[in-house]
């Protein structure tokens, strides 16, 4: 049997993560036969969300999908993690609003979660 990878998601509660997160479950990001352990990771305020997320999930009886678990710290999500897809970021392209103006917001985000990789 193939080893359990764990798979940590940035902005897991967010509506990308929403859209994702299924096919990830399901095998399409990985394969039909690798066994994963997802990691919801987001911010403590989006906890309730990402627990119904999580039950979703789990409702898929997806037979990839080994096991789930919330992450509100970054230090508890990116312990033990084979992949992260990092999908945080602290505001979506707004109108007027260039990708380097985007990027130069959101990279406070990644500078941290990169020093804690």
Do not use: W
């Not at 798979?7 to 509660?13: L, M, R």
């Not at 352990?37 to 990839?64: R, T, W, Y």
């Not at 096991?67 to 109108?95: M, N, P, Q, R, V």
């Amino acid at each position: 049997m193939t080893s359990i990878i764990r798979v940590v998601v940035t902005g897991a509660a967010g509506q990308i993560g929403y859209s994702i997160l299924p096919k990830i479950a399901l095998g399409l990001a990985f394969g039909h036969k690798q066994p994963i352990h997802l990691v919801l990771f987001d911010l403590p305020v989006c906890e309730n969300v990402m627990k119904g997320v999580q039950i979703e999930l789990e409702d898929l009886a997806s037979p990839v999908l080994m096991g789930t678990s919330i992450a509100t710290t970054g230090e508890e999500a990116f312990k033990h993690a084979d992949f992260i897809i990092c999908l945080a970021g602290a505001l979506a392209l707004g109108e007027g609003m260039t990708r380097a103006m985007l990027t130069s917001k959101n990279k406070p985000i990644y500078e941290s979660h990169g020093k804690l990789i």
